[in-house]
Nanobody, 122 residues
Framework: VQLQASGGGSVQAGDSLRLTCTMS????????FGWFRQAPGKEREFVAT????????YYSSSVKGRFTISREDAKNTVYLQMSSLQPEDTAVYYC????????????????WGRGTQVTVSS
């Protein structure tokens, strides 16, 4: 299984970015896909998840209303649309998969992609 995250960059506060996670190596219909982030000196933090079956979404309180997670079945791709970005959103963003319902806990994720850096300046 391979996950590849991309789309990060350097933006100004208030800007938007869309991250992409492309997956390969198996079928994912029973999986949940998550985005996590890790800022320098901080622990990895849950951001959002989406189920492959049904497309149910779940967000951390820190991003709810600003970020939108979605999927595109035909491309085996999950997106994270980030709007109204703030300096505190600066982090390396990771995509990962799990079959656990305890989606906030990164220890429950089986596969991880390499991160993509998001930097937001004020």
């Amino acid at each position: 299984v391979q996950l590849q995250a991309s789309g990060g960059g350097s933006v100004q506060a208030g800007d938007s970015l869309r991250l992409t996670c492309t997956m390969s190596g198996r079928t994912f219909i029973n999986y949940i896909f998550g985005w996590f982030r890790q800022a320098p000196g901080k622990e990895r933090e849950f951001v959002a998840t989406i189920t492959w079956r049904g497309g149910r979404t779940y967000y951390s309180s820190s991003v709810k209303g600003r970020f939108t997670i979605s999927r595109e079945d035909a491309k085996n791709t999950v997106y994270l649309q980030m709007s109204s970005l703030q300096p505190e959103d600066t982090a390396v963003y990771y995509c990962a998969t799990t079959r656990s319902m305890d989606v906030d806990n990164d220890q429950n994720y089986d596969y991880w992609g390499r991160g993509t850096q998001v930097t937001v300046s004020s």
